[in-house]
T-cell receptor, first 126, second 108 residues
Framework: QVELQESGPGLVKPSETLSLSCTVS????????WSWIRQPPGRGLEWIGY???????NYNPSLKSRVTISVDTAKNQFSLKLRFVTAADTAVYYC????????????????????WSQGTMVTVSS | SYELTQPPSVSVSPGQTARITCSGD??????VYWYQQMSGQAPVLVIY???ERPSGIPERFSGSRSGTTVTLTISGVQAEDEADYYC???????????FGGGTKLTVL
């Protein structure tokens, strides 16, 4: 089964840019939409956005002005950039595959997240 | 913006049935999905397309929809089911993803 692994700094200064990458373990990065989801400490899940390798994307309206998601097919990676961060952006960040696959049948168009990374904690602090 | 509402907490004794609801002012025609998140771990999909169960998820997990409310039912709750549960859907155009606030299931 495909695995996702994030990488990036765990500490970002206020007003700077949070940058994370997620590596997809198999060669399927061109077949699905890829998403970022976050969870502030002690709180619920918040969808950040998703992107297809062709550039088709959707972002959470509350974050859209500060977020960019990109896909690098050559590296089997997709990335998140969140600009002008504040303490409110402190959270566990998850990368996830959008869609559902089972037994050789895949529903890539569904708004569901079937594969998640383990999550990485990012703290915004000076 | 579209919102999904869940009860903050549900408590049941082992062997009983737990029901966790998720409602929206105008539940869209989009499917609803359910995730289980154990403490310190990533969420795991337990129900997709309102009522379908992914492979590997125990049969005691089921989902249903009635009007503007969807329900996750866990029959014969076990201690290992203690976790946070989140419903998730999208707006009526299927453009923006939304999560419910989460429900903490406590097994007494």
């Amino acid at each position: 089964q495909v695995e996702l692994q994030e990488s990036g700094p765990g500490l970002v200064k206020p007003s700077e840019t949070l940058s994370l990458s997620c590596t997809v373990s198999d060669g399927s990065i061109s077949s699905y939409y890829w998403s970022w989801i976050r969870q502030p400490p002690g709180r619920g899940l918040e969808w950040i956005g998703y992107m297809f390798y062709s550039g088709i994307s959707n972002y959470n309206p509350s974050l859209k002005s500060r977020v960019t998601i990109s896909v690098d097919t050559a590296k089997n990676q997709f990335s998140l950039k969140l600009r002008f961060v504040t303490a409110a952006d402190t959270a566990v960040y998850y990368c996830a595959r959008k869609g559902y696959c089972s037994g050789g049948t895949c529903y890539s168009g569904l708004n569901v997240f079937d594969i998640w990374s383990q999550g990485t904690m990012v703290t915004v602090s000076s | 913006s579209y919102e999904l509402t869940q009860p903050p907490s549900v408590s049941v004794s082992p062997g009983q049935t737990a029901r966790i609801t998720c409602s929206g002012d105008a539940m869209p025609k989009e499917y609803v999905y359910w995730y289980q998140q154990m403490s310190g771990q990533a969420p795991v999909l337990v129900i997709y397309k309102d009522s379908e169960r992914p492979s590997g998820i125990p049969e005691r997990f089921s989902g249903s929809r009635s009007g503007t409310t969807v329900t996750l039912t866990i029959s014969g709750v076990q201690a290992e089911d203690e976790a946070d549960y989140y419903c998730q859907s999208a707006d009526s155009r299927g453009t923006y993803v939304v999560f419910g606030g989460g429900t903490k299931l406590t097994v007494l």
